[in-house]
């Protein structure tokens, strides 16, 4: 077994090889929240000499305002209606019980994914779907 350090605050320190594995995933996943999920990527096709871009799974509210989505600022009032406000409420009341704890918690108590997956015992990526569908759901129940 080999020996495994890490340098911490400019400190090299000896650690188990269990402690090296799990910080050297720990700061992969690091750079791929900050960095990875921000790059576009590009699959080249040298054969067909083409270029496709793939972009990036987050988006900057720049690039989102330049093809047209503009989104309210947080103070800004959304102007609706009293009548898409009756609407969304019907459509709340057709949810089952955990939907609507994890839409009403989300969007009205202002809680994060994070916070709600540890209260559930789940991870944050099952809220995320879990939102994912709700709002699906919620915005079919809204054409109707």
């Not at 690039?63 to 459509?91: F, N, V």
């Not at 209260?119 to 099952?126: A, C, D, K, R």
Request: aromatic share 6%; charged share 35%; proline share 1%.
């Amino acid at each position: 077994m080999s020996k495994k350090y890490v340098v911490k605050n400019g400190t090299t320190i000896e650690v188990s090889e269990e402690l090296y594995e799990y910080l050297t995933q720990s700061d992969r996943k690091i750079r791929y929240i900050e960095k990875d999920l921000k790059r576009n990527r590009y699959d080249i096709n040298t054969e067909e000499e083409t270029v496709t871009v793939i972009s990036s799974r987050e988006d900057s509210l720049d690039r989102l305002m330049d093809i047209g989505r503009d989104y309210p600022t947080p103070s800004s009032d959304l102007g609706w209606s009293t009548i898409e406000r009756i609407l969304l409420q019907q459509a709340l009341e057709k949810l089952n019980e955990k939907e609507k704890y994890l839409i009403v918690q989300l969007f009205y108590c202002g809680r994060s994914e994070q916070s709600l997956a540890n209260e559930m015992g789940i991870n944050q990526s099952n809220i995320n779907r879990q939102k994912s569908r709700i709002l699906a759901k919620l915005h079919k129940l809204l054409e109707n």
